[in-house]
Each structure stands twice: as C-alpha cells, then as structure tokens.
C-alpha cells in the first residue's frame, strides 16, 4: 500500500510505519516494545485524562514516570506543574516551572503557571513578577492577563507581602484562572492529537 493510502482495513500506510519506528524488537521472544519517547507519550495521554477529571494525584504520579523517560519534553512539566498546583504542592509546581525556565527561558506556560502557583502561596509578587513575563513572552494570552490583575490585586496596600489574607476574596478569580488553563492544556492536547493523526 503506497504511503498515506488505506489499506482494506482502513489503515493509513504512514501510520503503520510511524507505529513501527515507535517499537524496538527487543521484548521476549522478538515481541515489539515501545521506545521511552513512546511510552512516555501514552503516560501523558493517560495523565491528561486524568486531569480532565480533576484526578491530580494519579496524574501527577504518571506525569512523573513520563518525566523519568523523557525529561526533555517540557508540557510533561508544566503538566505536572499544573497537577501539583491544584494539589496545593506549590514548591513542587515552582520547581517544575523552573525546571522548564532552565531548559527554554522563553517557556509563556512555564512562567504563567508559575505565576499561578506563586498566587496561590500567598507569594504575590512573586506571581506579578512572573505574569508580567508569561505576558511579554505571550500578550495575547487572556490567562496570563487575568492572572497578573488577580496578583496586582492582591499587592494592595503591602507589596510583597507573603500572607494568604485576602487570597479567599479571590479564590473565584483563582478557580477561573485554573479552569481556564485547564482549557487551554485540553485544547492543547487535542490540537496536537489532531496533528498527530493527520
């Protein structure tokens, strides 16, 4: 079957060949086993659904075994960063987005997840500071912008402050901030799954 057409099964020839230099033949008995890229993408397809269903933790877990085989991909993450944040592990969340700033300090979702997790500490200035530059990286990110009023908000009348007072007056503001990201992630992976299968 000549590449990109169907077979009588309905199989694209290409993706037949991509799923072949997926595999290495080295399992038992000759048996086809999934590279590490391979592997850790079908343990961060399976994390993703688990986000959308608000499952954190298991996420987080699968997000870390992806991250053991691939720790190169940055969405695994700032995936994790995302699961760890709503799990109110907000130093591990910081660590992740660092991690990231380190391997691309042009990373928007790195800085605009970092600046999520710093609000949600308390740490607003903090959350300003990396807002602003998920914003310079990204402006027209309706996230990041949301984000970086909700933080200001929060500076007041004491800039810096490292206390969670106020926080509750905007646990809306901060819920409208994760679900949209969240969104965002979704339509994300469903962008790159489509690209994938095309």
Excluded at 36 to 58: C, F, I, P
Aim: hydrophobic share 30%; glycine share 12%.
């Amino acid at each position: 079957v000549p590449e990109g057409e169907e077979d009588e099964e309905g199989n694209i020839a290409s993706s037949r060949q991509e799923m072949s230099d997926a595999m290495e033949t080295e399992g038992k008995g000759g048996e086809p086993v999934p590279t590490a890229e391979a592997r850790s993408d079908e343990l961060k397809v399976k994390a993703n659904g688990l986000m959308g269903q608000k499952e954190y933790g298991e996420a987080e877990k699968l997000y870390t075994q992806a991250i053991e085989l691939t720790p190169q991909v940055e969405a695994l993450w700032t995936n994790r960063a995302l699961a760890r944040s709503n799990l109110g592990d907000y130093e591990g969340a910081e660590s992740d987005c660092n991690a990231v700033i380190g391997m691309n300090p042009s990373s928007s979702k790195a800085y605009g997840r970092l600046g999520s997790a710093l609000y949600k500490a308390g740490r607003f200035q903090e959350s300003v500071d990396a807002y602003n530059k998920a914003c310079e990286l990204d402006g027209g990110n309706a996230t990041y912008k949301q984000g970086l009023e909700a933080a200001k908000s929060q500076l007041g009348g004491g800039e810096g402050r490292n206390e969670t007072h106020g926080v509750d007056q905007t646990a809306s503001a901060v819920e409208k901030i994760l679900q949209a990201a969240a969104a965002s992630h979704n339509r994300d992976e469903s962008r790159a799954r489509a690209k994938a299968s095309d």
